[in-house]
């Protein structure tokens, strides 16, 4: 079993910044990409930003670009997602998704975390 926690999510002002964290636990013997995504109200979820396992590429939505890094740490087992100079269209669900090599596995199966709630407004 696997578990991804988000953190982070909260209200915010636009123009201002939130940064996201996600901690995976459990019985991991490797993590490979993790990324983000969102799901806005009466939207489909989206990608926001990805990472690949050695953290060298990123790749990011272009909504996104200039504003958002996302970034992990493999000691932690996790992801973080700074986002700067946010806007209304900002506002979502945020969730968490890591591609996991469990204990027992012989293939890394996607994970998602709860997700967490960004609110941009003033």
């Known amino acids: 079993q696997v578990q991804l926690v988000e953190s982070g999510g909260g209200l915010v002002q636009p123009g201002g910044s939130l940064r996201l964290s996600c901690a995976a636990s459990?019985?991991?013997?490797?993590?490979?990409?993790m990324g983000w995504y969102r799901r806005a109200p009466g939207k489909q979820r989206e990608s926001v930003a990805v990472i690949s396992s050695g953290g060298r590429i990123t790749t990011y939505a272009d909504s996104v670009k200039g504003r958002f890094t996302i970034a992990r740490d493999n000691a932690k087992n996790t992801v973080y997602l700074q986002m700067n100079s946010l806007k209304a269209d900002d506002t979502a669900v945020y969730y968490c998704?890591?591609?996991?090599?469990?204990?027992?596995?012989?293939?890394?199966?996607?994970?998602w975390g709860q997700g967490t709630q960004v609110t941009v407004s003033s």
């Open positions: 998704n890591a591609n996991i090599l469990m204990q027992g596995m012989a293939t890394p199966v996607g994970s």
């Open positions: 459990g019985s991991i013997i490797s993590i490979y990409s």
